[in-house]
């Protein structure tokens, strides 16, 4: 896994360099202080599998950057890392293209879960920052083919639907409790709503049928 990291505080670099090694064995981090030395990088590595963009990168600036990168380069996923993290912020990464936004002041456990769900095709964004944006994502999906959940995210729905708690959900499918929030938060922002109950309602009202038969994946 090739990852790459534009940030232009070297002493960060080198601390997201030891908590990516922790993402798998096999993984090749590399960095880029500025937004020219991000384009260079990224030309040069065709072949990347993630960015973790700073918006306070010197140059034009991550928000400039960041829709360029979208349209340029609209398969690689980008994850927006940044001490900034009001929901105004938040909003504009989003709609920029950024596949997730992990304030620099989350858990390295927070950090690994979130990027393990952009890995996985999914998005992220803080819980704090949840409520408020809708612009990002749009009108509540009127029926359930327009819900896109990963499948473990079905499997959390499928637990959520029987009135399980995150302690019980990460017991049951073997995960890390910050993983099930991380996967929770996903499912209320995919639904539009901004509680497990309203959740359940939106399942109910599009007939989703969340399936929780598949095996546990490993703990990480």
């Keep these: ?62 928000l400039v950057l960041l829709p360029e990168l979208r349209r340029d380069y609209p398969s690689l996923p980008v994850v927006v890392l940044s001490a900034l993290e009001d929901p105004a912020t938040v909003r504009e990464a989003l709609v920029s293209g950024a596949m997730g936004f992990i304030p620099k002041s989350s858990t390295n456990e927070v950090m690994l879960s979130a990027l393990h769900l952009v890995l996985a095709g999914g998005r992220y964004l803080p819980p704090a920052a949840l409520i408020g944006t809708d612009e990002a994502f749009g009108a509540a999906p009127a029926s359930a083919a327009e819900v896109v959940l990963t499948d473990r995210q079905r499997d959390v729905l499928a637990l959520m639907a029987q009135g399980k708690s995150n302690k019980q959900i990460c017991r049951e499918l073997n995960i890390a409790e910050a993983t099930v929030k991380i996967h929770v938060t996903a499912i209320l922002r995919t639904l539009k709503v901004a509680s497990r109950a309203q959740a359940i309602v939106a399942v109910n009202r599009l007939g989703l049928a969340p399936d929780s038969s598949r095996s546990p994946a490993p703990k990480h």
Excluded: F, W, Y
């Design 1 to 62: 896994m090739k990852i790459l990291v534009a940030d232009d505080h070297e002493l960060i670099r080198e601390a997201l360099r030891h908590v990516l090694t922790q993402l798998g064995s096999g993984v090749n981090v590399l960095e880029a202080a500025d937004c020219d030395g991000t384009r260079l990088a990224i030309a040069e590595h065709p072949d990347l599998d993630l960015l973790l963009l700073d918006l306070s990168l010197p140059g034009v600036g991550g």
